[in-house]
C-alpha cells in the first residue's frame, strides 16, 4: 500500500484527515484463508494528531478465499474488519507502528495486521460439513462415500451376536 504524507498533521497536533485506500495487499495469506492478490483491500482511514504520533481509526474491507478445513473445496467471503492503532511517532518498547524518517505513515502493516486476525482458523464451507471420508476420500456432501465395513472390534464382535446365522445351539438348547 502506498504510504501516506501525514508532515501537514504532525505539525498541527488536535488536526485530523480521512483518507481512502483501495489497493491491493501482496501475500496475505494463512494456511486455509487468503486474500487475491488481485482483490484490493479498501477502506476510509481517519488519521487524528495526537502527541504521541497519529491515531488511526476506520475499517477495511474485501474478499478472502477461504479452504473448507473439512472437505477441501474452496469458498469465497466478505470481510470488513475495523483498524484503530496508534502509529507512534518514535518507536517505544510497545507500539508496533512507527511514523517513517520521511513524515509518512504506511497503512499496509496494521491493515494486514488486522485482515490476518479476522481469517478463521478452521474455516467451514457451511457449519454442517460432512466432511471428505477418511478411507475412500469421497465428499459425504455429495454422497461419495459408499460406506464401508467397519474394522472396529467392538463392532465386529456385536456383528457376531446378531448374525442369526450364527449357530449358538451349544449355548442355549442342552437337551439336542
Ligand atoms: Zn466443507
Ligand atoms: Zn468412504
Redesign the pocket.
Known sequence: MRAIDVSDLLERPGSSRTVHVSEPVPDLHTELAGVPEDTPIEGDLTLESVVEGIYVTGSVGGRMTLV?A??L?SCERGFDVGVRELVAREAGPDDDYVIEPDLTLDPEPMVRDAVVLDMPFSP???PD?L?LCEVCGGDR?LGECPGHETTDPRWAALEVLLDPTTDRSDAGEPGR
Do not use: P
Request: glycine content about 10%.
Open positions: 473448507c473439512r472437505c473445496k467451514l464451507c457451511r460439513c466432511g456432501n
